[in-house]
C-alpha cells in the first residue's frame, strides 16, 4: 500500500499537467568545474554511487487510476542510475557561448514521465581546460532550492574528500491494482476526515477560522487577479530557449542591500527592474503602459516531510519599478513593495491558499487546475528566484567548481524567468528566455550584469 509521504501534494502534482511539447517543467543547474574532466565512465560512476544514497532519484511517478487520486512515488523497476547520466563535447573553441547554447538545448527536452524524473550530463571541451556539469529535475522533484540541494549532495568541500552518505533505501514494489484500487476510497475518506475535522475546528475556534478564510481569500486573490495589460513577456511558448548569465561580487552587493537597509533579494529585483527597463526601451515599448509583476517564491519554515522533497508553497507578487530612471530610486521603490508585502502578509497568505488545495478532491483539483490554465494569461509577467548555494567551494571528482549556475523554466504564458544564486563569494544571476518571442534576450542579460554593477557601486 502507498505510503502517505509517497503521495504528491496537490501543488507538486500541478505541475505535471501543464507540460507540452513547448514546455518544460523542470529545473536545473549548470556546473562550472576546472579541469582535467574525469573520463565518461568514471563520472558515470561517481554519479551512481552518490545517487544511490538520495531515494527520490530511484523513483518515479505513478498516476491513480481514472484520476481519482493524486499521483505517488514509487520505486522505479530496473533502476540504473548510470542510464540518466550522459556525455557530451563542445566543439573548438568551447567557449562559455558555446556552453550557454549547449546547455538551453539539453535543458529543452522534457523528461520522460515513465522514469525517474532527472538527468545528468557531463561536458566536455571547455575553454581553458575546464568542464561542465548540467543537471535537470522535474518541479514536481524539486524547486529551485532543494534542487540546489541535490546538486550539492554529489558535492564535496574539499579535493579528495566524499561526502557522507546515507544507506541506500531497500526498492518497495510497485502497489498493485488490486492495492490502489483498495488505497483510493480509504484516501479519500481520509481527505473527507481531515476536511471535517477542519470544519468542526472552525466551529469550535470561530475567530481563528475566520482569520484564514480571510488569509485564504487574501492569497486567491494575489494568485488569480483580473488580467494585466498586453506584454511582450506574455503569450505562447515556442519550443526553443535562450539563457545566459552574469556575475556580481556578493560582498559589494551585501553592502549595498546595508546601505540601503533592504535585503539582497531587494538588490536583486532592483536590477532586474533596470534590465527590464533597458530591454523593453530598446524594443519601443512604451513604459507608461507597463505593468510588470513579478512573482517570488518565499520559503517556509520547513519544505521537507521525511524522506519527501516538497515544492515552495509560498510566493509574494512584487510590481518593478521599470518607470523610474534613477537606480537607487528603483531600489527604494522595490525596498517599500517587498516590505508592503511582508506587511501585508501575502507569503502567509498564498501558503493558506496552497494548503487548502491540499483538501480537494484530485478530480476537483484537476478541473481547477484547468480552468487556471485557461485564463491565466497575464497574471505575472515574470519569475524571479533567489536561491543560496554554499558558502566555500565545492568540489566534483575533485575537480573544483568555479561557478554554479541555476535554471529555471518558462512556463504556461510566461517567457522570461530569473534566478540568482550565491557561491562561494560569488551572485550569479541566469535568465531564461523564450527563443523565438524573445531572441533578443542576451540584451537583458547583459542589462541585468550592468544593473548589479551600477547599483554594487553606490
Keep these: 500500500m502507498p505510503r502517505s509521504r509517497d503521495r504528491l501534494s496537490a501543488l507538486d502534482s500541478l505541475f505535471l499537467r501543464p507540460e507540452t511539447g513547448a514546455q518544460s517543467l523542470h529545473v536545473g543547474t549548470v556546473l562550472i568545474l576546472e579541469g582535467p574532466a574525469p573520463s565518461p565512465e568514471q563520472f558515470r560512476h561517481h554519479l551512481a554511487e552518490r545517487v544511490a544514497s538520495l531515494p527520490i532519484l530511484g523513483r518515479r511517478v505513478l498516476q491513480m487510476p481514472f484520476g481519482l487520486g493524486r499521483p505517488i512515488w514509487v520505486d522505479a523497476e530496473g533502476f540504473d542510475a548510470s542510464d540518466h547520466v550522459h556525455h557530451s563535447r563542445l566543439d573548438e573553441p568551447g567557449s562559455d557561448d558555446q556552453l550557454r547554447a549547449a546547455a538551453a538545448r539539453l535543458m529543452a ?17 571547455l575553454v581553458g581546460g575546464r568542464w561542465a556539469v548540467v543537471a535537470k529535475a ?10 540546489v540541494g541535490l546538486v550539492q549532495a554529489l558535492l564535496a568541500d574539499g579535493p579528495g574528500r566524499v561526502p557522507a552518505a546515507a544507506p541506500a533505501a531497500q526498492p518497495r514494489p510497485k502497489p498493485s491494482t488490486v492495492q490502489l484500487a483498495v488505497d483510493l476510497p480509504i484516501w479519500a475518506a481520509g481527505l473527507a476526515l481531515r ?45 526553443e530557449r535562450l539563457w545566459g548569465w552574469a556575475t556580481a561580487d556578493l560582498a559589494a552587493v551585501q553592502r549595498r542591500a546595508r546601505t540601503a537597509g533592504c535585503t539582497v533579494n531587494d538588490v536583486f529585483l532592483a536590477a532586474l527592474a533596470g534590465a527590464f527597463r533597458r530591454f523593453l526601451l530598446d524594443r519601443g ?20 516531510r521525511a524522506g519527501a522533497v516538497r515544492n515552495l508553497t509560498s510566493a509574494m507578487f512584487v510590481e518593478l519599478p521599470v518607470q523610474l530612471t534613477d537606480p537607487a530610486a528603483r531600489l527604494a521603490a522595490v525596498r517599500a513593495r517587498t516590505a508592503e508585502q511582508k506587511a501585508r502578509g501575502v507569503a502567509e497568505a498564498t501558503a493558506a491558499f496552497v494548503a487548502m488545495a491540499d483538501h480537494l478532491p484530485a478530480p476537483l483539483l484537476a478541473r481547477a487546475g484547468r480552468a487556471y490554465g485557461r485564463a491565466r494569461q497575464g497574471r505575472v509577467n515574470v519569475a524571479a ?74
Excluded at 522535474?138 to 534542487?147: A, Q, Y
Excluded at 505593468?291 to 520559503?299: S, Y
Design 109 to 125: 527536452p522534457r523528461l520522460d514521465p515513465c522514469r525517474p524524473l532527472w538527468e545528468v550530463w557531463q561536458v566536455d571541451g
Design 138 to 147: 522535474h518541479h514536481t522533484m524539486v524547486d529551485g532550492r532543494s534542487g
Design 195 to 239: 476536511t471535517l475535522r477542519l470544519a468542526v475546528r472552525s466551529l469550535l475556534a470561530p475567530r481563528v477560522a475566520l482569520q484564514r478564510v480571510r488569509a485564504v481569500r487574501f492569497g486567491l486573490a494575489q494568485v488569480i487577479r483580473p488580467d494585466l495589460p498586453p506584454s511582450v513577456l506574455n503569450g505562447p511558448l515556442g519550443t
Design 285 to 304: 515599448e512604451d513604459l507608461r503602459t507597463v505593468v510588470l509583476r513579478t512573482i517570488v517564491p518565499v520559503a517556509g519554515p520547513d519544505q521537507r
Design 385 to 458: 528566484t533567489n536561491l543560496r548555494g554554499p558558502d566555500q567551494a565545492q568540489y566534483l571528482s575533485n575537480c573544483r567548481v568555479l561557478a554554479v549556475i541555476p535554471w529555471v523554466p518558462v512556463a504556461l504564458d510566461v517567457r522570461a524567468t530569473a534566478a540568482m544564486i550565491s557561491y562561494a563569494g560569488a551572485l550569479t544571476v541566469a535568465v531564461t528566455a523564450d527563443a523565438g518571442a524573445l531572441p533578443d534576450a542576451d540584451r537583458l542579460v547583459s542589462a541585468v550584469g550592468e544593473e548589479l554593477a551600477l547599483l554594487s557601486d553606490r
